[in-house]
């Protein structure tokens, strides 16, 4: 039982440090913005994009036309 419960107290400090963001600065939380902002907008220009619009409508009606 020694090592089963040195890994778990391994695993249990590993989770506080991931979590924990006292030491966060800033410019961290900055850099994580603007790095979000950019996947938002990379994501609503594929999104809105003609190919993407275009498939969703055929997928809409070929699921609209079928018959059972």
């Known amino acids: 039982m020694g ?3 040195a890994v778990l107290g391994v695993r249990a400090r590993l989770l506080r440090v991931m979590i924990a963001d ?4 800033t410019v961290e939380y900055a850099v994580a913005t603007v790095a979000a902002a950019a996947f938002g ?4 220009t594929v999104i809105t994009g ?3 619009v275009n498939a969703l409508t055929r997928i809409i009606d070929k699921a609209l036309n ?3």
């Open 66 to 68: 079928t018959s059972m």
């Open 22 to 25: 006292d030491g966060t600065s």
């Open 3 to 5: 090592v089963r419960s």
């Open 41 to 44: 907008a990379v994501l609503y």
């Open 50 to 52: 003609d190919s993407i």
